[in-house]
């Protein structure tokens, strides 16, 4: 079956763990992805399109080596195909002009301070790849258990199946 | 038609297309094969039907019927007239487990009588979320809980004509056989039926699953929607209903009485053209297969064929029932309950109006429908099951044990003691 995969894209390895450890309460449906640049991400996406899987969020650092964060999440947000992909930056460093940025070009969807809160990261992720599944029409069941099960039966009856 | 009803019976069996596109191969076929229009020459002592009445079926009055349902189910979702009902009906079951159990089930099967069992497991079983999340992990009422709104949702369903697609396949046959079955009596049937494997239901579950906890805080819905096209709505949905039981005085058919509320609701705003666009359009059309392929068989004469293949003399009334109503719960607990019955319920009439056996062809049609509503053991017999198996609180074990059970015992009834009760009240 096809996985719903959580790009984090952060360049300092502990602060990547932390994340990671943060996250890694899901069961089998989510999987997490790490990358450290903006071109290892967009490796990474293709090679998670290549194994069929669905990139729901991009979780990403705004101080990258190279193109930054909000680079990559506009990048994601001027291609059709990879548009309805949720937008999360994670950040101490943005200024108010990259910040701005981020809203009008990359239709940013949630903006976390660091250092973050454990439990509304896992909330975010929880909500955003919830909008994901139901905006990409995917079927919501697998996902019932780890992300937000009512929201996601509310969506279920229009898949249209037969009794 | 011996060859489009095998291939209906491969495709829909093994569902290598979708179901509804198997339907209306069947239309194609039989317009083709069967028909006036037929592109093979036919023998000439057959009198075909028209390749518009093959058309037809996909307009058969019982699915405007159903259509009426779906626009009154939809509209009622959109507005939560269903949540706010529930919330509502289930204030007086108090919070102790067994009494919320109870109503959880009472209120889930009369939702079910009238929206779909899906769209009515998934909103109750997204209520229960919650709750089931807010109890202890070992306490068995969440398993009791999740189980008991897939259960009672399917059980519910079987209730009235518009409650799920296995009994409009059965109504269209009868109608087509000219047996005109009106909206109250099949509740006046089914409804006993209903209640007894409910409470049934509702004890296997408080039996195998105890809590532990002593109260359950569970509260659906929120205030009624006061707008206008909900006020609309509400005095819509409650017209159409009384309109629907009262049809023994006023004498205008279920199915005339249906498409009112799909005149009302769409010229009033309520429910919108965007909103028709998203109907469930496919199992309209999956009926309607099932309908064409019930008036193929009969045009054909394949059914006398069928029929003699058996001397059904030497076999009693009670037998052959019990080997219809097993074999289309066996069926529908492993495909689509509305694919068993488009495949069962021609067989069904066809062996009771042949004269070959006496069965009472409304007998036959009610069995097999409700048999099809009873098959719940597995998580993929209905789309309902699938939903609570979905939240991780209920094991297929549970599942099976709990539809096992309760599938068998209803069966059962339906065999045993509903054709009793039937004929005492002069219903065949």
């Known amino acids: ?163 | 038609m011996l060859a489009i009803f095998g291939a209906a019976v491969a495709l829909w069996i093994s569902e290598a297309i979708p179901l509804a596109a198997t339907a209306v191969g069947i239309i194609l076929a039989e317009i083709l094969l069967v028909s006036d229009q037929a592109v093979l020459a036919l023998a000439p002592q057959f009198e075909p039907n028209t390749y518009q009445s093959f058309y037809a079926s996909l307009a058969h009055p019982v699915l405007m019927l159903f259509l009426g349902g779906f626009v009154l189910a939809d509209s009622a979702a959109k507005y939560q007239l269903d949540r706010n009902l529930a919330g509502v009906m289930l204030r007086p079951f108090g919070s102790s487990p067994r009494s919320l159990l109870g109503g959880l089930m009472v209120i889930t099967a009369l939702l079910s009588m009238f929206m779909s069992n899906t769209a009515t497991t998934a909103a109750m079983i997204a209520v229960i979320i919650p709750v089931t999340a807010s109890l202890d992990p070992s306490d068995r009422l969440r398993v009791s809980l999740t189980l008991a709104v897939p259960v009672a949702a399917n059980v519910g369903g079987l209730g009235t004509p518009v409650g799920t697609p296995p009994n409009a396949i059965a109504l269209g046959r009868l109608a087509d056989e000219g047996i005109r079955v009106d909206f109250l009596t099949w509740m006046v049937a089914a409804v006993p039926l209903m209640v007894v494997v409910l409470v049934f239901a509702w004890l296997v579950l408080t039996w195998r699953y105890p809590a532990t906890t002593k109260a359950v805080d569970l509260t659906i819905g929120g205030a009624f929607d006061r707008s206008r096209p909900a006020i609309i709505l509400y005095a819509t949905f409650f017209l159409t209903i009384i309109a629907w039981l009262s049809e023994p005085i006023h004498g205008v058919p279920a199915s005339i009485v249906g498409f009112v509320p799909v005149v009302v609701l769409l010229s009033s705003g309520v429910f919108t053209v965007d909103d028709l666009r998203k109907l469930n359009w496919h199992v309209l059309w999956l009926v309607g297969g099932g309908i064409a392929l019930g008036s193929g068989v009969a045009s054909t004469g394949l059914d006398a064929w069928m029929v003699g293949l058996l001397d059904w003399e030497s076999m009693p009334n009670i037998v052959l029932l019990a080997a219809l109503g097993l074999l289309a719960i066996v069926l529908s607990t492993v495909i689509s309950n509305s694919a068993t019955a488009n495949l069962l319920i021609p067989i069904g009439i066809t062996l009771a109006t042949s004269g070959a056996t006496d069965l009472d062809p409304l007998l036959a049609g009610l069995l097999i429908a409700i048999a099809c509503s009873l098959a719940m053991a597995l998580p993929v017999s209905t789309p309902p099951n699938a939903v609570a198996y979905a939240t991780g609180t209920v094991a297929t074990k549970d599942l099976a044990s709990v539809g096992v059970l309760v599938g068998g015992f209803g069966l059962l009834l339906a065999v045993f003691v509903a054709p009793v009760l039937w004929k005492g009240m002069g219903l065949m």
Do not use: C
């Open chain 1, 1 to 163: 079956m096809s996985e719903l995969v959580v790009l984090v894209v952060e360049d300092e390895p502990e602060v990547r763990d932390a994340i990671i450890r943060d996250l890694d309460t899901y069961g089998d449906t989510i999987r997490l992805v790490e990358a450290e640049s903006f071109e290892d991400a967009l490796v990474a996406i293709r090679e998670i399109e290549s194994e069929g899987d669905f990139l729901g969020l991009v979780l990403a650092d705004h101080r990258l080596p190279g193109r930054t964060g909000v680079d990559l999440l506009v990048t994601l947000n001027d291609d059709p195909t990879s548009r309805r992909i949720r937008k999360v930056l994670i950040t101490g460093q943005a200024g108010q002009e990259d910040t701005i940025r981020a809203i009008n070009d990359a239709a940013l969807n949630r903006y976390i301070a660091k250092p973050w809160d454990a439990g509304k990261l896992r909330h975010v992720v929880t909500e955003q790849l919830t909008d994901f599944v139901i905006e990409a029409g995917l079927d919501p069941l697998p996902f019932v258990r780890d992300l937000d099960g009512p929201r996601l039966l509310e969506a279920f009856p229009r898949r249209g199946l037969t009794e």
